[in-house]
């Protein structure tokens, strides 16, 4: 997903039909349990993070266009990735351990004066 805004809730819990309106007119465009607060503490930590998702379903909000999820559904798309994942995180962790860092991570709580 290029872009657009994330909505974290506290899960494991489907959104309701209303969380879900709600959330389409404020303009989210995905659902995640797990984007917080995660990223806050790694920031606190100062390590470098990036979040990989596996987008399991659509959500409750697009009614009439897919078929309601389930959790039954949402483990069978996890389970179908997770060789994905871990091809992915086999190759992303070397590179990254002889990357050298040039980003602000080691430094992001200076301005939190």
Not at 26 to 39: K, L, R, Y
Not at 43 to 55: D, F, H, P, T
Not at 86 to 104: H, M, N
Request: glycine fraction near 8%; hydrophobic fraction near 45%; charged fraction near 20%.
């Amino acid at each position: 997903h290029d872009g657009g805004t994330v909505v974290v809730i506290q899960g494991p819990r489907f959104s309701t039909r209303a969380e879900s309106a709600d959330f389409a007119r404020s303009g989210w465009e995905i659902i995640n349990m797990t984007q917080a607060p995660e990223a806050q503490l790694i920031r606190e930590l100062e390590l470098c993070y990036v979040n990989i998702a596996v987008v399991t379903d659509y959500d409750t909000g697009v009614v009439g266009e897919v078929e309601p999820v389930t959790h039954a559904a949402v483990l069978e798309k996890f389970n179908a990735t997770l060789g994905t994942l871990r091809d992915s995180l086999a190759r992303l962790i070397p590179e990254a351990a002889k990357t050298a860092r040039a980003c602000q991570c080691a430094t992001g709580m200076a301005a939190a004066g």
